[in-house]
């Protein structure tokens, strides 16, 4: 069993930066790729980014690439998502998940380990 705890949510203006941390409870952290994903009010959630199990290899959705970075500290369990010249329509709750598949996914329903969220709110 793998719990993830995210944290670093928060209210930034527009063009500012945010660090997301996913803090993962696993002996096996270093197996598994990892990924955030992200919710928007009365949308579907969607692929943001994902990282393989040894941070060798990333993958960003179009809307997120060059602002947006992935990292891992398997040391550390820990996944991060730096966000940069943040926009309103980045607005959601971001997820991170845990997946076997060692190089990552995009799809949602591969990833086997799921955290709570936590809020970013980017204001105009």
């Known amino acids: 069993q793998v719990q993830l705890a995210e944290s670093g949510g928060g209210l930034v203006q527009a063009g500012g930066s945010l660090r997301l941390s996913c803090a993962a409870s696993a002996p096996s952290f270093s197996r598994y790729a990892m990924g955030w994903f992200r919710q928007a009010p009365g949308k579907e959630r969607t692929f943001v980014a994902t990282?393989?199990?040894?941070?060798?290899?990333?993958y960003y959705a179009d809307s997120v690439k060059g602002r947006f970075t992935i990292s891992r500290d398997n040391a550390k369990s820990t996944v991060y998502l730096q966000m940069d010249s943040l926009k309103p329509e980045d607005t959601a709750v971001y997820y991170c998940a845990a997946n076997f598949r060692p190089l990552g996914s995009v799809v949602m329903t591969t990833y086997d380990y799921w955290g709570q969220g936590t809020q970013v709110t980017v204001s105009s």
């Open positions: 990282i393989s199990y040894n941070g060798a290899s990333t």
